[in-house]
């Protein structure tokens, strides 16, 4: 089946570090831009990071820089979101999407602007 599955979310303290797993079947990851979007109860649907298929370039929201790192393994068919230095602020259902071309500067944040959208992986941060 043509599908992104997210994996590596889970329970973790304030400091703490997760990587998530972005991993696509039935299509070819590398021919496409990725997109890691987040939904916490009670905050605006946010684009956390992207990663552009053409040239690998990498973009991040400014509440996440400096502590989050996207990266693309193309043997493997996954994409990856190595987040560190938690926060509870964190705490949202994380989501994988994929796009074959971007047209503008900020993220794209609804399903139907995709290709292909992930099922999502929980990520709580608390003590």
């Known amino acids: 089946q043509v599908q992104l599955v997210e994996s590596g979310g889970g329970l973790v303290q304030p400091g703490g570090s997760l990587r998530l797993s972005c991993a696509a079947s039935g299509f070819t990851l590398e021919l496409y831009g990725i997109t890691w979007i987040r939904q916490a109860p009670g905050k605006e649907r946010e684009g956390v990071s992207c990663?552009?298929?053409?040239?690998?370039?990498?973009y991040y929201a400014d509440s996440v820089k400096g502590r989050f790192t996207i990266s693309r393994d193309n043997a493997k068919n996954t994409v990856y979101l190595q987040m560190n230095s938690l926060k509870p602020e964190d705490t949202a259902v994380y989501y994988c999407?994929?796009?074959?071309?971007?047209?503008?500067?900020?993220?794209?944040?609804?399903?139907?602007?995709?290709?292909?959208w992930g099922q999502g992986t929980q990520v709580t941060v608390s003590s």
């Open positions: 990663i552009r298929r053409s040239d690998d370039t990498t």
């Open positions: 999407a994929a796009r074959r071309s971007y047209y503008r500067a900020s993220f794209y944040l609804n399903s139907y602007e995709y290709d292909y």
